[in-house]
């Protein structure tokens, strides 16, 4: 993963790169415009105060089969929600960014009744204090799990749920601020957290916590010698990288990069969360949405793949949505 690892970093940083280039000439109207009409006419990140807002988005599909000769499902429905809250703070030399991110889906068919199709929440926190231009120094959180029961199909086994895993980062470092649409934060100091809140995950080993060890007898028991874990700790470097810029007009790319090498266990396998959401704009209350996530976690076993093979993989989950959405935003010179 080391080798794709600097494939996939060279692939964002040359995106961004490329979308600076292209958008830099077709927004700088806009940009000027925007700072004229500011009340003190000051760019974006010098207003102090708070500024918060949320994004909403819910798409909804259905289907529905009667005397087909083709076959397929009688009936299927099914529905995802998309939410993002924020709150931000600046103050002379100081900026507090915050941010809340969900995710939930579900689809329910004939053959295969009800199963969710997307299951998430992102929490983070960054302050920071500029002693350059565009640099800051300060600290960053982040907690990342999910809200339902995860399922292995067909034998609706549970393999995760709420905090079953969690994953909670708490960084010191610096922030490179370009713009309010692009920032990088580089920490030399994490320390990152794997939560199994669930002890039958944990004596299995599940996302790399400690499994439990067992004695085995000849007529059939087993007897504990050590207790599962239900926390992993690491601690490491981190990077992320956050990306959120108009691709056209109404068509916006919002993505986000985060990468950890955990210093007391194999620094060499880089831990890798990659997101980013399309928004296509079609009127002011229809949009259509498009998401992906690319996780690898060298900890984490993925329970079989077809070749029967237990271990390590890269995940990767896409939604297209088409639905309804509403934005609504508070700054301080509205």
């Known amino acids: 993963m080391k080798w794709g690892f600097w494939g996939m ?16 000439i077709l927004h700088l109207k806009k940009d000027i415009d925007y700072f004229e009409k500011s009340k003190i006419g000051q760019p974006l990140d010098t207003l102090e105060g708070w500024r918060y807002g949320t994004i909403a988005n819910l798409s909804l599909s ?42 939930y889906g579900v689809q329910k068919t004939t053959s295969t009744g009800m199963r969710k199709t997307d299951d998430n929440f992102d929490l983070s926190s960054k302050y920071g204090y500029r002693f350059s231009p565009n640099w800051y120094a300060g600290a960053m959180f982040d907690l990342r799990s999910q809200f339902a029961n995860g399922y292995l199909y067909p034998e609706d086994s549970v393999i995760s749920h709420a905090f079953a895993p969690a994953y909670a980062l708490l960084a010191l470092g610096f922030n490179f601020q370009h713009s309010e649409r692009f920032s990088l934060f580089l920490s030399p100091m994490t320390s990152r957290l794997t939560i199994v809140a669930d002890r039958r995950l944990a004596n299995l080993g599940a996302y790399g916590v400690d499994s439990a060890i067992y004695a085995y007898h000849d007529d059939g028991t087993r007897t504990l010698i050590r207790k599962s874990k239900l926390a992993s700790y690491q601690m490491g470097a981190y990077l992320s990288a956050r990306l959120d810029r108009p691709v056209m007009e109404n068509v916006n ?29 079609v ?40 639905g309804f959405s509403y934005t609504f935003a508070r700054h301080p010179d509205s």
Not at 9 to 22: D, I, K, P, R
Not at 255 to 281: A, E, G, H
Not at 310 to 320: A, S
Request: aromatic letters at 14%; proline letters at 2%; hydrophobic letters at 40%.
């Open 9 to 24: 970093m060279g692939c964002f940083l040359f995106a961004v790169s490329t979308a600076y280039a292209q958008q830099d």
């Open 62 to 103: 259905q289907g529905s089969l009667q005397n087909w000769a083709a076959g397929g499902d009688p009936f299927s429905i099914s529905i995802n929600a998309m939410g993002n809250l924020y709150a931000n703070y600046r103050k002379g030399n100081s900026r507090w960014d915050n941010g809340f991110t969900l995710a």
């Open 253 to 281: 790319w919002a993505t986000r990069l985060d990468l950890f090498s955990n210093y007391l266990k194999n620094p060499q396998n880089i831990k890798v969360y990659w997101t980013s959401l399309i928004s296509m704009k």
């Open 283 to 322: 009127n002011r209350l229809i949009s259509v949405t498009l998401s992906t996530e690319l996780i690898y976690d060298d900890d984490v076993r993925i329970w079989q793949n077809k070749d029967g093979v237990y271990g390590p993989r890269t995940q990767f989950k896409e939604i297209l949505g088409i």
